[in-house]
């Protein structure tokens, strides 16, 4: 069983950065698609930003490509998601989740059924 706990959300004013990690238990995260998605109130699960394989291989979505960047550490067994330049439009409760099938690439982005392991997820607040 795979389990993830979020941690590093919060309040940030807008311009500014903010780091979330999520702590992996029960598999290691190089043999894992690792994906963070953001839901806002009344708008639909948005796919981020994704880690997958030994490689390491990233994908993001256009809406934070360039200010977003999804990274791990295999010794820490923690997928981390830095995020700099934030604006409002970043207010969303944020999850990390996992899945052990590989393969999906930038797809998996828009398909969050295809994880199937899912943290509690954090709040994150942008302030003007």
């Known amino acids: 069983q795979v389990q993830l706990v979020e941690s590093g959300g919060g309040l940030m004013q807008s311009g500014g950065s903010l780091k979330l990690s999520c702590a992996v238990s029960?598999?290691?995260?190089?043999?894992?698609?690792i994906g963070w998605f953001r839901q806002a109130p009344g708008k639909q699960r948005e796919g981020v930003a994704c880690?997958?394989?030994?490689?390491?291989?990233?994908y993001y979505s256009d809406s934070v490509k360039g200010r977003f960047t999804i990274s791990r550490d295999n010794t820490l067994n923690t997928v981390y998601l830095q995020m700099e330049n934030m604006t409002p439009d970043d207010r969303a409760h944020y999850f990390c989740?996992?899945?052990?099938?590989?393969?999906?690439?930038?797809?998996?982005?828009?398909?969050?059924?295809?994880?199937?392991?899912w943290g509690q997820g954090h709040q994150v607040t942008i302030s003007k």
């Open positions: 029960g598999f290691t995260v190089d043999y894992l698609a």
């Open positions: 880690i997958e394989g030994s490689k390491g291989s990233t």
């Open positions: 989740a996992a899945d052990g099938t590989l393969g999906w690439g930038q797809r998996r982005l828009d398909v969050p059924a295809s994880y199937g392991f």
